[in-house]
């Protein structure tokens, strides 16, 4: 009986984690959005952007404050920039998982 509710331990435990792997891959499918941004804060990781519809956040168009997923993302951006992006609630934080300059 034991080693029954081990092995359904594990297989949980596996089940939890491929879902983990597969929402981290889904990053790249999230739609992009358009933005201008009107606020930049590269050390603290900060970007205020005039955005477009987000369909994925059901937020229609506003200028807010995301947090980058990664600080680095934002050099070479300036405030004035017109950009692509996509954006997610990762841990609470609406975040800027990808961003690129709009052509
Ligand atoms: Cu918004």
Redesign the pocket.
């Known amino acids: 009986m034991k080693s029954f509710a081990r092995f359904f331990a594990a297989l949980a435990i596996l089940l939890f984690a491929s879902f983990a792997v597969h929402a981290q891959a889904h990053d790249g499918h999230l739609p992009e959005s358009d933005g201008v941004i009107k606020k930049i804060d590269a050390a603290k990781g900060k970007v205020s952007?005039a955005?477009g519809e987000?369909t994925n956040?059901k937020?229609?168009?506003?200028?807010?404050s995301?947090t980058a997923k990664d600080p680095a993302m934002l050099k070479g951006f300036k405030e004035g920039d017109k950009v692509r992006f996509r954006?997610a609630e990762v841990k609470g934080n609406?975040t800027v998982v990808s961003i690129e300059a709009a052509k």
């Open positions: 952007i955005h987000i956040l937020m229609p168009p506003m200028t807010m995301f954006a609406l």
